[in-house]
């Protein structure tokens, strides 16, 4: 089992940067696949990115690629998603999600939800 916490959403202005953790719970941290998800008004949830147990994978959504960065720190239990370059179509809620190698076409464990609004 794991808990997923999230953090660090908000108002930012158009080009503004933002970033979101996720802090989780249980000793098995490490072997979990971590990724970011966002839910706009009326639309479906869409994937952001995901990253590997060890950090040496990253895949992102060609909606994001080279604007957001996703990284995590083991040793404290933290996924972080550094968002640059913010645009009104990046406003959402962000969920932080994990699942245990190897992907079964669903993600285990989701967190709450923090709320990114992107406007001037």
């Known amino acids: 089992q794991v808990q997923l916490v999230e953090s660090g959403g908000g108002l930012v202005q158009p080009g503004g940067s933002l970033r979101l953790s996720c802090a989780a719970s249980g000793r098995t941290f490490g072997r979990y696949t971590m990724g970011w998800f966002r839910q706009a008004p009326g639309k479906e949830r869409e994937f952001v990115a995901r990253?590997?147990?060890?950090?040496?994978?990253?895949t992102y959504a060609d909606s994001v690629k080279g604007r957001f960065t996703i990284s995590r720190d083991n040793a404290k239990n933290m996924v972080y998603l550094q968002m640059n370059s913010l645009q009104a179509e990046d406003t959402a809620v962000y969920y932080c999600?994990?699942?245990?190698?190897?992907?079964?076409?669903?993600?285990?464990?989701w967190g709450q939800g923090t709320q990114v609004t992107v406007s001037s």
């Open positions: 999600a994990a699942y245990t190698p190897p992907y079964n076409g669903r993600y285990d464990y």
């Open positions: 990253i590997t147990w060890s950090g040496g994978s990253t």
